[in-house]
């Protein structure tokens, strides 16, 4: 992964998939592990397939290598346990994406799977996150079934607690895989529970043995960063940001029956931006995005 990152200017990294999902009303996804189980059923795997499938191709006609996450977000142990799902979920959902990726022939050299997990609770209330130690004991089994399912690396998405994160950190440095990090931020660039990007950084950084490849954001619109405004210290370690394509709060797009995207060029101009002027590699896109939104970065780089 390291030289995956080092060897190239732009990184592709999946748009939408749960989110487009969700409100392609085709599927009910689980009331607990949204999109995971649908890896069982031949018209959901289908459906990701197709999704999947739509970013490999922008990337390969770009000659731009891609990182796909294995929809897993919320298949931690505890959801697992309390679904009528099969426990290896994890394991198979990985091995969904490796079978998926071997289907690409000599391309599929350019793709990298990532192990997805998410924070326990809700992911825009910071006081529901846990301690550091809670959740390296919390998020040790989900951690351990993605390596077990041969993942090229692990990722823990929309954090907004830094002690969280620093639990998570802790769990994933102990396998020995490259992991990164991804915090939701404020539109006013800090993550949710009121710590700044450079402090977060430097906090988990100095309290693992092991440090993550990186850092990312995701599910916050671009501006959110105001990278002009952040230390230059944080693009050392800043690697990647996967960006919903609208510019509204959370608390407005959280639930919303409908989301009032931002022009793809304006989010696009934005991104490309980060990774111009601030070296940000990995581009990709959250809620509200699409192939538009990967296509663009593309054509424009």
């Known amino acids: 992964m390291e030289d995956f990152l080092k060897n190239n200017d ?58 796909i996450l294995t929809p897993t977000w919320r298949a931690n142990r505890s959801r697992v346990e309390s679904s009528n799902i099969d426990k290896t979920i994890n394991i198979d959902a990985a091995n969904f994406l490796i079978e998926f990726r071997n289907a690409q022939g000599s391309d599929k050299n350019k793709i990298k799977i990532g192990g997805l997990i998410g924070c326990k609770n809700d992911c825009y209330l910071p006081d529901e996150g846990l301690s550091a130690v809670e959740a390296e004991l919390f998020h040790q089994w989900q951690i351990e079934q993605l390596v077990l399912g041969n993942v090229d690396y692990l990722i823990a998405e929309t954090l907004p607690n830094v002690e969280e994160a620093l639990g998570i950190a802790k769990a994933m440095a102990t396998t020995g895989l490259p992991y990164i990090i991804s915090f939701v931020i404020s539109k006013e660039g800090c993550i949710l529970d009121g710590t700044n990007l450079n402090d977060a950084i430097k906090y988990i950084d100095a309290n693992t043995s092991n440090n993550p490849l990186g850092y990312m954001i995701n599910c916050a619109f671009p501006s959110f960063l105001c990278a002009d405004k952040q230390p230059k210290d944080i693009f050392k370690r800043l690697i990647g940001y996967q960006a919903n394509a ?7 797009l959280e639930g919303a029956d409908n989301i009032e995207v931002n022009a793809v060029a304006e989010w696009g101009d934005i991104m490309i931006k980060l990774n111009h002027k601030y070296g940000i590699k990995i581009l990709g896109g959250c809620c509200g995005t699409d192939g538009r939104h990967l296509q663009y970065i593309a054509e424009n780089k």
């Open 246 to 252: 609208s510019s509204l709060d959370h608390c407005d």
């Open 10 to 67: 732009v990184v592709l990294m999946e748009a939408a998939i749960v989110e487009r999902l969700r409100r392609s009303n085709d599927f009910k996804l689980h009331q607990k592990l949204e999109n995971a189980p649908l890896i069982y059923n031949q018209s959901g795997k289908r459906a990701m397939v197709n999704l999947y499938q739509k970013y490999v191709d922008i990337a390969n006609k770009h000659d731009l290598p891609l990182l």
